[in-house]
């Protein structure tokens, strides 16, 4: 499906950053961040355990809202 003019990509033309880099150091390691990797595409248990607990006792809290709720006095 072609895309319409009004979804055309954009582009920022302006002047670089001047940033002053250590003496000894070259541009690209000043600016390297530190790697990231995935440990795991899944959820690990602990955090599964701590949502279904939680999971659990929200449930828990409305069962227990329905069943008093109906036996709490109007104050009238």
Not at 10 to 36: D, K, N, T
Not at 42 to 58: D, G, N, P, Y
């Amino acid at each position: 499906m072609p895309r319409s003019a009004l979804q055309s990509d954009f582009s920022v033309q302006r002047e670089p950053i001047a940033i002053e880099v250590p003496e000894g150091m070259s541009p690209e390691e000043a600016a390297e961040l530190p790697r990231a990797f995935l440990r795991s595409k899944e959820a690990t248990a602990r955090s599964t355990k701590i949502i279904m607990t939680l999971t659990f006792v929200m449930l828990a809290v409305l069962v227990l809202m329905c069943a008093i709720g109906p036996h709490i006095p109007a104050g009238e």
